[in-house]
């Protein structure tokens, strides 16, 4: 069976199986060690999947960077160090590769992140793979398992603005596709989170969705939606577009307590789930990477996917 047809999220479960291993599901690893953890982050962007060679190289290498340090603020940790995988087909001008170190080097003094080397291969298309290694106090720690009934759901900032981007390419209209893949590690917020009680948090990089889909399964709880956070969605199918595409990387938490410095999107309740401000439970996957959705971006011939879950808004 194409594994097309089975989804990323059963492809996983079934490697696992392999090794009989239990699935920690998160997007990162602990490591324990003593009193703290040091944690794992590996994510991976590929040529016209990700990005077009044609886009800002400069703005591709600190998309690679933000993506790794998204997961570790995920966990409340702190960043150490990178190390990088390579990989160039041969024609590819010596001046791309620059520009895109360029953009990884400083996005990485930004945050005082270490680069530690990697590794560099022959490939038909670009790819990138970045590994960051973060360390986080045993017990100060954000996972995914963790919501009670009774907590309320919160994001760091409402959301659109990358889906947008993502809407408008795909429509035609956009003058600067790199918005696509300018996004913030949340990691300037960690501080005041430390001082609240986050019973679980994932960063937001697949969709509304399917990120309360994660948090409801690793906590054995109903999520309800109880509030649309997306920024100046025209009618209710372009909310629930947005809701599944993600890109933005926002930190997505529960807590027992009421605030009011985060956008609510819901409550947590006794049941499983995810449940939409409409009542509908059987909501959109959000983004799968084999199945669904495949995120091709237009190559220089003019190639695009197909987009195929929101066709009828990109029409």
């Not at 392999?18 to 003593?34: A, C, R, S």
């Not at 998204?70 to 990088?84: F, Q, R, T, Y």
């Not at 009670?148 to 994001?155: E, L, S, W």
């Not at 429509?171 to 986050?198: F, M, N, Q, V, W």
Request: with cysteine; aromatic share 8%.
């Amino acid at each position: 069976m194409e594994i097309r047809k089975s989804g990323e999220r059963k492809l996983i479960e079934k490697i696992w199986r392999i090794f009989g291993e239990k699935n920690e599901d998160e997007d990162v690893h602990f490591l324990y060690l003593g009193d703290k953890y040091l944690l794992l982050a590996v994510d991976t962007i590929n040529e016209r999947y990700h990005f077009d060679r044609s886009w800002n190289p400069g703005s591709i290498g600190k998309f690679l960077v933000d993506i790794n340090l998204s997961d570790i603020a995920a966990k409340n940790g702190k960043p150490l160090e990178m190390m990088v995988s390579f990989s160039f087909p041969r024609e590819l001008e010596e001046r791309w590769v620059t520009k895109m170190v360029s953009g990884i080097k400083r996005e990485l003094k930004k945050y005082n992140v270490k680069f530690s080397g990697g590794d560099l291969k022959e490939s038909d298309r670009i790819s990138l793979t970045g590994m960051v290694i973060g360390e986080v106090q045993k017990g100060k720690e954000f996972r995914r398992s963790g919501a009670r009934p009774g907590d309320y759901v919160y994001i760091s900032a409402k959301i659109g603005r990358n889906e947008r981007a993502i809407i408008d390419y795909y429509r035609g209209k956009s003058t600067k596709p790199e918005r696509i893949i300018e996004i913030t590690p949340r990691l300037d917020l960690l501080g005041k989170l430390g001082t609240l009680k986050i019973t679980s948090c994932i960063d937001n990089s697949d969709g509304i969705y399917k990120s309360l889909g994660l948090l409801s399964k690793m906590s054995g709880v109903m999520i309800r939606i109880v509030r649309d956070v997306s920024e100046n969605s025209r009618n209710e199918e372009e909310r629930e577009a947005i809701y599944a595409m993600g890109g933005d990387y926002e930190l997505i938490f529960t807590s027992p307590q009421k605030l009011s410095d985060f956008p609510l999107i819901g409550k947590v309740m006794k049941g499983k789930g995810v449940v939409d401000i409409n009542g509908k439970a059987k909501i959109p996957d959000g983004f799968d990477h084999f199945r669904s959705t495949p995120r091709r971006v237009k190559n220089s011939s003019g190639e695009k996917g197909d987009y195929k879950k929101w066709k009828k808004l990109l029409d």
